[in-house]
């Protein structure tokens, strides 16, 4: 089983940072999906950063939310500037 979300930060390149539960930082994005049903409304960037953590992934206001399996596996390791 792959990690779940421990926590997320919204970009305004809708590739929201998203911290799992092994210490890892990856980058997931969702520009894939903005124009795929539910997904439109995350076109509204105001409505983008309203993201939050939930159940081990995330999720919108109004129920859009990814598989935490598909978040782990198709977002992209960050490194983390120590300064």
């Known amino acids: 089983m792959n990690p779940r979300v421990e926590s997320v930060k919204a ?5 929201p940072t998203i911290v799992f539960t092994n210490g ?7 520009k894939p999906y903005l124009d795929k049903g539910i997904f439109q409304e995350l076109q509204n ?4 950063g309203m993201v939050r953590p939930f159940l081990g992934s995330i999720q ?4 859009q939310d990814f598989c935490p399996d598909t978040l782990y596996e198709e977002s ?8």
Do not use: A, C, K, L
């Open 11 to 15: 970009n305004p390149d809708r590739t």
């Open 24 to 30: 890892e930082t990856r980058q997931f994005d969702v």
């Open 45 to 48: 960037i105001g409505y983008f």
């Open 60 to 63: 919108w206001p109004h129920g």
């Open 76 to 83: 992209q390791p960050v490194s983390i500037d120590p300064s």
